[in-house]
DNA sequence: GAATTAGGTCACCAGGTCAG
DNA sequence: CTGACCTGGTGACCTAATTC
């Protein structure tokens, strides 16, 4: 019946193995670099993937941070403190239990499509008419814009890919996401 | 133009390849996800369906369980530890020769209607009469409190089907794929 | 002819590797 | 130790085949 193969329009995965939605490039939600893919549950780079695998595998104890174990983590600095790495990693939803294998399902495509379309038009709207008095969405837009001390963000959350799961939680998630991404795609330009 | 579909009341099957019975999702038997439908004479989800053709067609030998050849088999982990998942698709029945092609003769319907019913009264009993002394019903009585929102997924349902298994122990077996279910339902959450 | 599944496909990822 | 690359799966979808 359907020869169309019909897929969801917006996501693609170059050959470089950099994940792209929408033309726009997709960042580690621990350090900010590119992604790679969706990995332990979150959108990830490489390099915090195989940081993370590590971790769990051999059981590793990091020694103590040097500071206050609040390090932010960004791509340039993210080796300089594997605990808070590492704590960074948990913190945006890293785990053995959030896998996801296989294709991608087309309804999750569909569901992010949305949503970051939304989320950009809400970050259109709170960057040209009104960014002076949205306190919640300057705090998102600076927390990607300047990697200040964004420290654990209290959102333990984990992109749950089942089907339905509360449709709300699941997009804040996402915004957020896409707002940074978003912002990021912006400056690059 | 039949418009009296007079099949058995309850069974259908949505566009996206979940199975469901009276409007409940009916598991796969050998992990708990959701089920896409009878596979290999057992409801079984994707995965799992892929996992068994795999194993099969390619005798597969996997490797030796590294733990104690016993591993739980869920959703979350089903990836971890292919002998035991193979183990547990074989205990659950999966088999070449237990495949049903084609459409559903109007008799197994109805069977599995009454096996369901007589399991949700089973169910239902053990949680209002005596759910004190249980503990393991404890977790489901929980999940009833959880938010109403979906539309087709975490929801109370269990499976049935057990084509040519003693039918006395069905109704066990529903209550137990009831609660992993719902254990499920309730770590997503 | 409609319902329903076995198999094939191939988008995607966990883990392993090994220069750097 | 880190992370770019590779390999061996995994599972969402699709279609041909099969049964009612």
Same mark, same amino acid.
């Given at each position: 019946?359907?020869?169309? &193969?019909? /897929?969801?329009?917006? *996501?693609?995965?170059?050959?470089?193995? $950099?994940?792209? @939605?929408?033309? *726009? $490039?997709?960042?580690?939600?621990? #350090?900010?670099?590119? +992604?790679?893919?969706?990995?332990?549950?979150?959108?990830?780079?490489?390099?915090?993937?195989?940081? @993370?695998?590590? /971790?769990?595998?051999?059981?590793?104890?990091?020694?103590? #941070?040097?500071? !206050?174990? !609040?390090?932010?983590?960004? =791509?340039?600095?993210? !080796? =300089?403190?594997?605990?808070? =790495?590492?704590?960074?990693?948990?913190?945006?939803? *890293? /785990?053995?239990?959030?896998?996801? @294998?296989?294709?991608?399902?087309?309804?999750? &495509? %569909?569901? *992010?499509?949305?949503?970051? %379309?939304? +989320?950009?038009?809400?970050?259109?709207?709170?960057?040209?008419?009104?960014?002076?008095?949205?306190?919640?969405?300057?705090?998102?837009?600076?927390?990607?814009?300047?990697?200040?001390?964004?420290?654990?963000?209290? &959102?333990?959350?984990?992109?749950?890919?089942?089907?339905?799961?509360?449709?709300?939680?699941?997009?804040?998630?996402?915004?957020?996401?896409?707002?940074?991404? $978003?912002?990021?795609?912006? &400056?690059?330009?």
């Amino acid at each position: 019946m359907k020869t169309s &193969k019909s /897929s969801v329009p917006g *996501m693609t995965k170059s050959h470089s193995g $950099v994940t792209k @939605f929408s033309g *726009m $490039v997709l960042l580690c939600k621990v #350090c900010g670099d590119v +992604a790679s893919g969706f990995h332990y549950g979150v959108h990830a780079c490489e390099g915090c993937k195989g940081f @993370f695998r590590r /971790s769990i595998q051999q059981n590793i104890q990091y020694k103590k #941070c040097l500071k !206050n174990e !609040n390090c932010s983590i960004m =791509r340039m600095n993210r !080796n =300089r403190c594997q605990q808070c =790495r590492f704590k960074k990693c948990l913190s945006v939803g *890293m /785990s053995r239990d959030a896998v996801r @294998f296989g294709r991608i399902p087309k309804r999750e &495509k %569909q569901r *992010m499509l949305i949503e970051m %379309q939304s +989320a950009m038009k809400t970050m259109m709207n709170s960057q040209f008419s009104s960014h002076l008095q949205n306190d919640t969405l300057i705090e998102h837009h600076e927390q990607t814009a300047l990697p200040a001390q964004e420290q654990l963000r209290p &959102k333990p959350q984990l992109e749950q890919e089942n089907i339905k799961s509360s449709p709300s939680s699941s997009s804040d998630f996402a915004k957020e996401e896409v707002i940074g991404m $978003v912002t990021r795609a912006h &400056k690059d330009t």
